[in-house]
């Protein structure tokens, strides 16, 4: 399923075998995952009600099927990655609600429609080409009435990092490609949730600062998290280590803090909605308040 707005931006078959390359050390680089599984978690706790039946889209490892076990009333955990690897890693046989994984592409979801109470996608999304068809589909994979909430990176990520590679490869090279991958931004987010189909849509962010020993030090991090350039309009061949100890230089020159760290920002994105039921709250139709506005405005402070 492809929507007639969607842009082809990343190499997908690149992002697949990135996180499958990241599998075998990713519990070392895996606390941002971790952390937003874990925010994720204590947000679905607002909302009172179980969910038997979920969805893990982008499973990663299995952060949220571990932090969600025993909770919100879950009884039947699927989870799927676009990494058959990581697929494989997120079946957990001590989480007896975890009852299947499977490699399946976001885009391209196999799961029939009104499945699942709950869907949670954590810091996955941002790689989808179809974002709005990914989301379509995750809505109809839903019950009536069943309820989405996901992370994914938003534009602020790696600001840091993408201003310093940019102005290193001017100098380097006289020229620029991306280097950083494009991020969502928060004004767009809502958007994509009412297009989708989503009722009641909420979207909010929170911006994450990480320090590093150096600009080297948040280069590895990235590779080992999977989550390193994939975009199709990059140059091919590596960057060079004129362009690399540059962009270093000038990441230690315009951000050190006093100990000689750099910081780095995540901007993660909160989305969550609702698959539309007849019971949810609805908007009143235009013309049809109870209230002439002439009354309302009576003895008020506008004349």
Known sequence: MTSPDSMTVFDRALVRRRRDRAVAEFTDHAFLFEEIADRLADRLEDVIRPFPLALDVGCHDGAMGRILKGRKGIERLFACDLSPD????ALDPSNPAVAATVAADEEFLPFAPGSFDLAVSNLSLHWVNDLPGALVQIRQALKPDGFFCASMLGGQTLAELRRCLYEAEMEVSGGVSPRVSPFAEIKDAGGLLQRAGF???VVDSDVITVTYSDAFALMRELRGMGETNAVLARRKVPATRALLFDAARRYAELYAEPDGRIPVTFEVLY???????????QPLKPGSGQVPLGDALKGGGIH
């Open 86 to 89: 990581f697929a494989r890693a």
């Open 199 to 201: 009722a009641l849509p």
């Open 271 to 281: 989305l969550a909605g609702w698959s539309p039921h007849e019971s949810q709250q």
